[in-house]
């Protein structure tokens, strides 16, 4: 069982269209993090949130942290070829010292 | 700066041989983590070092260990090796092991088991 639930696992959309990632656990989170991984490289951390509602942008990705600080959603709006990944979120659970990672999400936007 | 970097970027073994991967962490950088990246398991925690002592780890077994240099540079080391251990390994450092845990990766070492 993964400590860190991504949905949907594969998704395939047209450039242009806009689309949202979700992260979900049963879990506490000091933090939280996501990441995107292209072929052949490591992760590349994209943002961290710490506060619960909290509400990140980064050009057209928004990242959002859950109220209760257990989920966190990604957002992507008017998405191009570049974004086109595996994207990773990744908690520190309250009171642990190393991060647990999600499932992932296979992202493909078709030009 | 320079990032993490990690050796050999390819590795091809056989059954029963063992391996040692390298890592050298972003300059500045003391704390190394490794992780294991399968398909079906995803990315997978092995251990974490921090001034050449393991601070944490995860659930893998004895096979598989480390250890961390005075540099901060450190190596992973996987003994009698089996056919599932073939994945990417990836290593990742950060400036202490306390805070946010932000891990900045290297491009991973991708081992084969034939």
């Known amino acids: 069982t993964q400590l860190l639930e991504q949905s949907p696992q594969f998704l395939s959309i047209q450039e242009g269209e806009n689309l949202t990632v979700y992260c979900n656990s049963s879990s506490v989170f000091s933090s939280l993090q996501w990441y995107r991984q292209e072929p052949g490289e490591g992760p590349v951390l994209l943002v961290t949130?710490?506060?619960?509602?909290e509400v990140k942008k980064l050009k057209r990705l928004t990242f959002q942290f859950g109220d209760a600080r257990k989920d966190s959603s990604l957002h992507i709006t008017a998405a191009q070829p570049g974004d086109t990944g595996l994207y990773l979120c990744?908690?520190?659970?309250?009171?642990?010292?190393?991060?647990?990672f999600g499932t992932g999400t296979r992202l493909t936007v078709i030009p | 700066k320079a990032g993490v970097t990690q050796t050999p970027r390819y590795l091809i073994k056989t059954r029963g041989q063992q391996v040692t991967l390298s890592c050298s962490p972003i300059?500045?950088?003391?704390?190394v983590s490794w992780y294991q990246q399968t398909p079906g398991q995803g990315l997978q925690f092995l251990f974490e070092?921090?001034?050449?002592?393991?601070?944490n780890k995860g659930n893998f077994p004895g096979r598989f260990s480390g250890r961390q240099f005075s540099n901060s540079r450190s190596e992973m080391n996987v003994s009698t090796l089996e056919l599932g251990d073939s994945a990417l390994y990836l290593c990742?450092?950060?400036?202490?092991?306390?805070?946010?845990?932000?891990?900045?990766f290297g491009p991973g070492t991708r081992l084969t088991v034939t």
């Open positions: 949130v710490v506060t619960g509602g």
């Open positions: 070092y921090f001034s050449e002592t393991q601070r």
């Open positions: 300059s500045g950088h003391r704390s």
């Open positions: 990742a450092s950060r400036l202490r092991t306390s805070g946010t845990g932000e891990q900045y």
């Open positions: 990744a908690g520190l659970p309250t009171g642990a010292n190393n991060l647990f």
